[in-house]
């Protein structure tokens, strides 16, 4: 009994510590380098179906980030996952874009691409 007293007593002080610092892996300052990414073919066909399962935004036939907590695409897109996700698109193709700070949402972890 005095085991769950001095727990509850505690309760108020475990719940006003501050949670551990988590680092943000997106700068926050404008534009930020980064990658749009898609599964291909070797040739002209592309598929991001990918994306579908992230918070993305379609640029065409690729990928990009849509908020902060979005992986890197250069680093979810590999191979390994264009294989298990449509094994006719096998190779990851990249290419290089800038992010901007979105005009829709009042929050620089929402981007939109400049």
């Not at 505690?10 to 898609?38: E, H, M, Q, Y």
């Not at 190779?91 to 929402?110: E, H």
Request: glycine content about 4%; overall charge negative; some cysteine.
């Amino acid at each position: 009994m005095q085991f769950f007293l001095v727990a509850l007593l505690a309760l108020p002080a475990v719940l006003a510590a501050p949670a551990p610092a988590v680092d943000d892996p997106w700068p926050t300052t404008f534009p930020i380098s980064s990658f749009a990414c898609s599964c291909t073919d070797g040739g002209s066909r592309s598929t991001i179906g990918p994306c579908l399962y992230l918070p993305g935004i379609a640029l065409g036939d690729y990928c990009a980030p849509a908020v902060a907590w979005s992986p890197h695409m250069e680093d979810y897109f590999t191979n390994d996952l264009c294989v298990s996700n449509d094994p006719t698109m096998p190779k990851a193709q990249c290419i290089p874009i800038k992010l901007c700070k979105s005009t829709l949402a009042n929050d620089p972890k929402y981007f939109q691409i400049c």
